[in-house]
């Protein structure tokens, strides 16, 4: 028996030991994600067991290295740890920012300093972590950021607005891209600075969305002070951590279409349109639709596996992450279509209780976002075709 | 198992590339077409892949094969189909190889397997007999006669049917059309009395055959498996082949591409380069996340069919309908991007179009398995 063999068979027992029952159901609100935080609380019991016994075993961020709260897994074990919790259903114990975006930014452009303040808190969940990128007229021109750091003496004064920031008004701090050099080119004059969002000047403002839900805020600074050791990398590079933070965004959102747990669609479908004598859905072109949408999403997730395994081998494309955001993004809005289509009327009821507050119409809408946020469908193949195919202009 | 090739699958794929690429590139295609040549493929060629132990890939060491998988037969699979390769290695050394190592008697495998390894015997599948594959639809005849059986009905699409030393033939037993019991798999010498065999000159100038078969006499040693109950070894060959064409399709996918992009990058109209287009730039992006989505899907398949066959058939499925669906894109956007050019007969993209169409009826287009995802689901 390998190494790796042995891995599995003990992580296997583990998790079957330790993680609860509960902790293995498909996931059914916004409230069965722990996002941990200074003052997130658990919805529940099992899921404050859950988080705690994976936080000890360093299993919330299972490849980190062990000094700052991680597992000190490798490519090989984190995977097989993955499949393994999949294998049973088991949800992630903590979901944040600080482990799917700035983690990987500060192992890689952090001083030591940094990455020992800050990493251990992600780990653990003590600290929540927003993302000030985009701003009012930086969207997809995200270098064109207008926000300032003006500097004085050690800190810097940081004025200006940001927008899309997602859960700023529950973040404790926020990891953020402002301009230090006005005067150079636009992708020459930006730092990427961190802060307490508890910091004076700091003020967050809900936006009302489509699916009448506001997870995302504009966000205002109003003369900020920050410590200049704050900045991560180096002063006017921060676009280089800010471009390496965003590929850890797009997989993190491309990953967000794969669902191989929960119910499967064709079941689904099949109680709102019934089946036939041979137990097939009665809307052959709707069992079309889905099984087309299956064999894509199935596709989508051996692409994903490969991604990590050619990253492992030295043989991946650091702009392939682009490729996949697309991808995964574009299938999660079919998969909302179908559902809505498979639910028929019954998926358009909006604040019934029968409809759990119109779980499934607020969830459609707020897949259009996908392709939106963390750069849009059109700019993914943008980067694709000038970095990966390397077709000329622009 | 990480989803990439180990260090000996890269070098297998290099030396097919290299003798691919050398001796049978798209002008060998074109010769024997425009030549109408008799054969349809290199003997020469053959004996090369023989020599190389191509031939006898999939074929157990202790038969004179190398006993290697999925994998490998899909590397020279994609190798063949980047270079519209007209071949009996998909016939022979995949499917009649798998149907002989997985259904023969000692008996039969010691007859025609060392043959299949060192290139002397040519076999083909006989499976479709309607305009779409579907196997469990097949009604030719099987009766029992005296020692063995008599064999009645047509066959379509035969790969390589009109060069095979060696038919394998599906036929009812027992049962009808579209029931699972009742089919039973029979080893034809295409020589024997009754056996008529018709050339079908096809689309994209590879080889393919309809064999009639009229009271044709086979007696029980020729029985393939067991009576009755072929469909098990059918659905698992069938598998095999059909992995082995989305490799191919692949191959196919990724050389088109590959050629579109330079076009993109080389051909000027207003001025500028079309590949500064972003209309062109974006479906050329799309494109290309198909192919890579479809390559993860594909390797998937094959080393679920080496490492866990019986539970090999969803991924199959997923498999052959991805790269049905990417092969047709590939060749569409082709032959768009390269205008009026992508038109002509004297340009190779067309071959490819016409190449891609017939690989996605083989074995089962994107539609049937989807089809198939679904019962396996059962919705």
């Not at chain 1, 600080?98 to 001083?111: E, H, N, R």
């Not at chain 1, 936006?207 to 506001?214: A, D, T, Y």
């Not at chain 2, 191919?248 to 000027?268: C, D, H, I, P, Q």
Request: charged share 25%; hydrophobic share 40%.
């Amino acid at each position: 028996m390998t190494d790796h063999d042995q891995f599995r068979r003990d992580t296997r027992a583990w998790l079957e030991a330790n993680c609860p029952p509960e902790m293995r159901r498909p996931m059914n609100s916004e409230e069965d994600t722990f996002w941990g935080g200074r003052t997130t609380k658990f919805s529940s019991e099992p899921q404050r067991v859950w988080f705690e016994r994976m936080r000890d075993k360093g299993w919330t961020v299972p490849h980190w290295p062990t000094e700052y709260g991680g597992g000190g897994l490798d490519a090989e074990q984190t995977k097989i740890m993955r499949q393994e919790m999949a294998a049973i259903g088991a949800r992630q114990p903590l979901t944040s920012f600080g482990i799917s975006m700035l983690g990987p930014a500060l192992l890689k452009y952090g001083t030591d300093a940094q990455k020992k303040e800050h990493l251990p808190k992600i780990a653990a969940g003590l600290i929540r972590w927003c993302q000030g990128y985009s701003e009012p007229n930086a969207g997809s021109d995200l270098a064109s950021l207008q926000t300032r750091a003006e500097s004085d003496g050690d800190d810097f004064v940081i004025t200006g607005q940001k927008i899309w920031t997602s859960y700023a008004n529950y973040a404790d701090w926020i990891f953020c891209l402002v301009r230090t050099d006005a005067s150079a080119k636009k992708h020459d004059g930006i730092s990427f600075i961190l802060f307490d969002m508890t910091s004076k000047g700091v003020s967050t403002k809900p936006i009302l969305l489509i699916s009448g839900r506001s997870p995302f805020c504009e966000t205002f600074f109003d003369n900020v002070r920050v410590p200049k050791s704050h900045v991560v990398g180096t002063v006017n590079r921060g676009w280089d951590v800010a471009k390496y933070l965003l590929q850890h965004e797009r997989a993190m959102i491309s990953g967000m279409g794969e669902r191989g747990v929960g119910r499967p669609l064709g079941q689904i479908a099949a109680d709102s349109v019934g089946t036939d004598a041979q137990g097939r859905l009665e809307d052959s072109m709707l069992r079309g639709q889905i099984a087309s949408f299956e064999i894509d999403e199935a596709a989508l997730s051996a692409a994903a596996e490969r991604a990590v395994d050619l990253a492992k081998a030295g043989q991946s494309h650091p702009a392939f992450s682009s490729a996949m955001k697309y991808y995964g993004t574009e299938l999660n809005k079919r998969r909302y279509e179908i559902l809505m289509s498979a639910g028929g009327i019954d998926a358009l009821e909006w604040e019934s209780e029968r409809s759990k507050g119109g779980a499934r119409p607020r969830a459609w809408l707020r897949t259009k976002a996908n392709s939106i946020e963390g750069g849009t469908s059109e700019v993914m193949l943008g980067i694709v075709a000038k970095r990966i195919l390397d077709l000329p202009g622009a | 198992m990480p989803l990439v090739l180990t260090e000996e699958q890269s070098m297998l794929r290099d030396s097919a590339r290299g003798l691919i690429s050398d001796k049978a590139p798209v002008s060998h295609l074109r010769q024997l077409r425009d030549g109408k040549d008799a054969t349809g493929f290199s003997r020469e060629l053959w004996r090369a892949f023989a020599e190389m132990g191509f031939s006898g890939l999939l074929v157990p060491e202790a038969f004179g094969g190398s006993g290697l998988g999925c994998v490998e037969a899909g590397v020279v699979m994609e190798e063949i189909g980047r270079n519209l390769m007209p071949s009996p290695f998909l016939s022979t050394a995949v499917v009649a190889a798998s149907a002989l190592s997985r259904g023969g008697s000692d008996v039969q495998k010691s007859h025609y397997l060392p043959k299949i390894s060192d290139g002397s015997l040519l076999a083909a599948l006989a499976i479709d007999e309607g305009a779409k594959h579907r196997p469990l639809q097949t009604s030719m005849q099987a009766v029992r006669s005296g020692n063995g059986f008599r064999l009645n009905g047509n066959k379509a699409f035969v790969v390589d049917g009109h060069t095979a030393d060696l038919v394998i033939v599906a036929a009812r037993t027992a049962g009808g059309a579209g029931e699972r019991d009742g089919l039973t798999l029979f080893l034809v010498d295409p020589k024997s009395k009754g056996v008529a065999t018709e050339r079908t000159a096809m689309v994209d100038s590879h080889n393919a055959a309809r064999i009639v078969f009229d009271n044709v006499e086979v007696d029980a040693d020729g029985v393939l498996g067991e009576v009755d109950q072929g469909v098990g070894l059918l659905e698992g060959v069938l598998n095999i082949g059909r992995g082995a064409v989305a490799s191919e399709m692949v191959g196919l996918s990724e050389e088109v591409f590959g050629r579109t992009v330079s076009y993109l990058k080389e051909r000027k109209q207003f001025g500028k380069l079309i590949g500064e287009f972003q209309a062109l730039q974006h479906r050329a992006a799309q494109l290309y996340i198909e192919i890579e989505i479809t390559r993860a899907a594909v390797l998937r398949a094959l080393q679920t069919l080496d490492g866990d066959f019986e539970q090999a058939g969803a991924a199959v499925a997923v498999a052959k309908a991805r790269a049905g669906s990417t092969a047709t894109l590939a060749v569409q956007e082709g032959v768009q991007m390269h205008g009026g050019m992508g038109m002509t007969d004297q340009f190779d993209i067309g071959f490819f179009m016409k190449r891609a169409r017939v690989c996605q009826e083989l074995f089962g287009d994107a539609n049937f398995h989807a089809d198939q995802l679904a019962r396996m689901k059962s919705y």
